[in-house]
Each structure stands twice: as structure tokens, then as C-alpha cells.
Nanobody, 125 residues
Framework: VQLQASGGGLVQAGGSLTLSCSAP????????MAWFRQAPGKERDFVAG????????YYADSVKGRFTISRDNAKNTVYLQMNSLKPEDTAVYYC???????????????????WGQGTEVTVSS
């Protein structure tokens, strides 16, 4: 599956931004989806994940209560709504997909077989 992330940009602290990741094709609903982020000089970290049906979601502690992941299988798109943004949220955000994710695997980038190109988010203080 090919993933195309978009929606990044520059926003002030406290602001909001919504990222989108589209995956053209008829098999989108068979993939679990997630967002990771990578700040300059740091490792790529899990941000949020969503099951194939959208019924289960996972979040990193650092974004719980501020970010919301959702998906629209009819539009082959997964979203990341980011509210109350902080300068430490500055990073390149990547969407990722895989058909088989279980337990702690959700949080490991090694478990994902497909990646988008990344979209940059900058939060100014």
C-alpha cells in the first residue's frame, strides 16, 4: 500500500493542526494505521494508532488528551487531529501501516511494513 501524508505546517503553541494520510486502493480497510514522529536528532517515536475498523485506538502518553486519531475507510484516509500543540511536538510526522499488529507491536516502528513520506510540523513558542 502506498501512503501519502499531508497537512503539516507552521503553527503557534496552543494551536491546532490536522494531518491526513491517504492510501489509494481497495485494501485500505485491511490495514491497521499509525502515526509516528521524528524530531531533529532523535529517534522515530510512536504517536497514535488505530485498528482496521477504527474501534480501537492507541496513544503515546505525551499526546493523550491532545491528539485524536481517526480513519474514514470510505475515503481511504487516516487523520491525526492535533490540539494544544507544544514546541516539543515539532517533528516530521509519518504515517505507517501494517496488516498484522498485536500488543506491544503497535508501538514499534519495526513492525510496520509500509510508510509514507512524512510531513513536517513546526510549533513556535
Amino acid at each position: 500500500v502506498q501512503l501519502q501524508a499531508s497537512g503539516g505546517g507552521l503553527v503557534q503553541a496552543g494551536g491546532s493542526l490536522t494531518l491526513s494520510c491517504s492510501a489509494p486502493g481497495r485494501t485500505f480497510s485491511s490495514y491497521s494505521m499509525a502515526w509516528f514522529r521524528q524530531a531533529p536528532g532523535k529517534e522515530r517515536d510512536f504517536v497514535a494508532g488505530i485498528s482496521r475498523s477504527g474501534g480501537t485506538t492507541y496513544y503515546a502518553d505525551s499526546v493523550k488528551g491532545r491528539f485524536t486519531i481517526s480513519r474514514d475507510n470510505a475515503k481511504n484516509t487516516v487523520y491525526l487531529q492535533m490540539n494544544s500543540l507544544k514546541p516539543e511536538d515539532t517533528a516530521v510526522y509519518y504515517c505507517a501501516a501494517d496488516q498484522s499488529l498485536y500488543g506491544s507491536g503497535w508501538y514499534s516502528l519495526d513492525e510496520y511494513g509500509y510508510w509514507g513520506q512524512g510531513t513536517e510540523v513546526t510549533v513556535s513558542s
